[in-house]
């Protein structure tokens, strides 16, 4: 399955989102980019393309992070039980599968601080919430 | 046996009084009103218009020979009823939604099913829920790519669940799928097959939608014809509680998702 998605032999962070404005990918790009380069590791987003429009502008700017596209829900948890940590940078989230998900295979959620999502994480106790991207 | 909530119509043969019609009409409405039911209430109206009958008719009894059918027959067409009837939908027999004598429980799942999205992974596991509690469930994508195709599957939704006797329809999301099954069941313009349903709030619909001015009313509407809203915390329950208001009667359920007792390996 690696070899089909191209994910590569280095540890990796795990991004699912589908690509609209309310999950505002680009919100820590920098940051991801940085993270990326100085510990040696991928940024996987993983999403089907909800706004084309969207998707335009930002898929050019990912960089070193990297769209996979769309994954079928077993590889997602395939591929999330052996990630370093999950993001979530949405603006606003009702209740986030992939969170949930990700704390039931206990894999660390880094994820932005929303209605929703505080729902789901303790800062520092069920996971990391970030307000800022500098904070991230 | 189906019967109506109401009849009326049957002292109108001899003497028409329209202000009488008007008025029971008028106070039944008002009642259903005052109640804040969603269900609606059908209302059987006796009506014998009809042409005075000639001398040379076969048939002379009194009832053909009743002058005032000819004045109930103008006075159901004239202008004053037409604008009544505004007030009211007509309906057939065969068009009340009643239960069906089906032991089957049948549950429409409304959704957007994009694979990969959040709503997908949701609709699959409400269904298999679903499943095993009992429910027959069939699963409905959203079709959202222009007006005209929301207009069809509108009526594409109400055919289905005539069709196949659906009994209770969710929708996920007040806005994507909400609005569509409001249009549905309970469309302004034209008789419906009005299936039941819950609205489960998904979190954009609250969060972003409902602030939109021009979404808000159809979604605001949307919320009141349901039997319910479910929302999974409750920030989401308190965006919608803020915009329906205290007073509302439309019901929310607060279903909590999260395991708070989680701890990862590592933080």
Not at chain 2, 54 to 77: G, K, P, W, Y
Not at chain 2, 212 to 227: G, K
């Amino acid at each position: 399955m690696r070899r089909e998605l191209s994910i590569g032999p280095r540890p990796y962070i795990i991004f699912p989102a589908s690509i609209r404005k309310v999950k505002d990918v680009g919100f820590a790009l920098l940051q991801l980019n940085r993270i990326i380069e100085r510990y040696d590791l991928d940024v996987y987003v993983l999403g089907p393309i909800i706004e084309q429009n969207y998707a335009d502008v930002l898929l050019p700017q990912l960089d070193r992070v990297r769209y996979v596209g769309t994954v079928s829900h077993n590889r997602l948890l395939a591929l999330l039980k052996n990630s370093v940590c999950l993001i979530n940078t949405s603006i606003s989230e009702g209740m986030s599968n992939a969170i949930l998900e990700a704390q039931i295979n206990r894999v660390l959620p880094v994820v932005r601080a929303n209605d929703g999502n505080r729902h789901l994480v303790q800062h520092q106790q069920t996971g990391l919430l970030f307000d800022t991207a500098e904070q991230f | 046996m189906i019967s109506t909530g109401h009849f009326l119509g049957l002292e109108l043969i001899y003497s028409f009084r329209f202000e009488e019609l008007k008025t029971s009409l008028e106070k039944i409405n008002a009642e259903l009103k005052q109640s804040k039911t969603r269900n609606p209430v059908y209302v059987e109206l006796m009506v014998h218009p009809g042409l005075i009958q000639q001398a040379s008719s076969q048939v002379q009894d009194e009832f053909h020979t009743c002058s005032n059918r000819q004045v109930e027959f103008e006075m159901l067409a004239s202008n004053q009823m037409k604008e009544l009837l505004k007030q009211f939908r007509l309906v057939s027999w065969h068009q009340l939604s009643y239960p069906k004598p089906f032991e089957e429980k049948r549950l429409l799942l409304h959704s957007l099913m994009k694979r990969g999205t959040g709503n997908y992974t949701s609709c699959l596991r409400l269904r298999d829920i679903l499943v095993e509690m009992g429910y027959k469930v069939y699963l409905r994508n959203i079709q959202e790519h222009s007006s005209q195709i929301k207009i069809n599957e509108v009526g594409d939704i109400e055919e289905f669940c005539r069709q196949f006797v659906i009994n209770l329809a969710i929708g996920i999301n007040i806005y994507r799928s909400g609005i569509q099954l409001k249009d549905s069941f309970y469309h302004k313009e034209r008789i419906c097959y009005q299936t039941p349903y819950y609205l489960i709030i998904a979190g954009t619909d609250a969060n972003i939608y409902l602030k939109m001015a021009d979404l808000r009313e159809p979604m605001l509407e949307a919320m009141r014809l349901s039997q319910g809203l479910i929302a999974l915390n409750e920030s989401l329950a308190q965006e919608v509680r803020q915009e329906i208001g205290e007073n509302s009667s439309t019901s929310i359920e607060l279903i909590p998702q999260s395991d708070n007792e989680y701890q990862p390996n590592a933080t």
